[in-house]
């Protein structure tokens, strides 16, 4: 079964630090990848996503995520963080067999100014 | 350019009341539909999703129920809410395929 797994729920940096949110799914396929962040009682919004060919992949607000298959991993990147990226970001993973898309239980970013 | 709505913000409601929340999306045609909830610290759970008109498929067996009257209405019910169904509901569209999820802005649900 798809699953994903983001093992820090909290994580704390100080603006202007580089940031790395982690990201491990579990799927027999080449998965469709998605990372989203959602600000306190709104939607979620999508950040990036990853179907096939370049690993490195670029999103909005400066992110980018690199997709290791060998590691199962989907990690999103910052190099400088802003205070307004203080907000909870979700790994998700789709596929094209299936209509889900399975979401990961989140990860809160705090940011220090 | 694709829109999707989705009401009320939010929403009191007591114990044993009916629940209705809609969703609609514009701009695209077909698309397939999907109600989430979200408790504190538990990510997003899927509850429903559907990929045609009348087609209503569920991932939780629960109090709840989702109907699409038509291409592009999304409605999810109760009969009687329980204190359990409070929480954050979002619903999502995607066009299929390899295309990822929209959100609206969901409705905070609080059964008191």
């Known amino acids: 079964a798809q699953s994903v797994t983001q093992p820090d729920i909290h994580i704390t940096v100080s603006e202007g630090a580089s940031l790395e949110l982690r990201c491990n799914y579990s799927?027999?396929?080449?998965?469709?990848l998605f990372w989203y962040v959602q600000s306190p009682g709104q939607g979620l919004q999508l950040l990036l996503k990853?179907?096939?060919?370049?690993?490195l992949v670029q999103g909005i607000k400066g992110f980018e995520a690199e997709f290791k298959r060998s590691q199962s991993s989907f990690n999103l990147r910052k190099p400088s963080v802003h205070w307004s990226d203080a907000a909870e970001y979700f790994c998700?993973?789709?596929?094209?067999?299936?209509?889900?898309?399975?979401f990961g239980t989140g990860t809160r970013l705090k940011v220090l100014a | 350019s694709q829109t999707i709505h989705q009401w009320p913000a939010t929403l009191v409601q007591p114990v044993g009341s009916p629940l209705s929340l809609e969703c609609t999306v514009e701009?695209?045609?077909?698309?397939?539909l999907y109600w989430y909830r979200q408790a504190a610290g538990r990510g997003l759970q899927l509850l429903f999703y559907?990929?045609?008109?009348?087609?209503i498929s569920s991932e939780v067996p629960q109090n709840l129920s989702a109907s699409r009257p038509q291409d592009r209405q999304f409605i999810l019910s109760s009969k009687k809410l329980l204190l359990s169904d409070s929480g954050f509901y979002l619903c999502?569209?995607?066009?299929?395929?390899?295309?990822?999820?929209?959100f609206g802005n969901g409705t905070r649900l609080t059964v008191t």
């Open positions: 998700a993973v789709g596929s094209s067999g299936t209509y889900k898309y399975i």
């Open positions: 559907s990929v045609g008109i009348g087609q």
């Open positions: 990853y179907f096939s060919g370049d690993t």
């Open positions: 701009g695209t045609s077909n698309p397939n």
């Open positions: 799927y027999g396929a080449t998965p469709y």
């Open positions: 999502a569209w995607s066009q299929g395929g390899d295309s990822p999820l929209h």
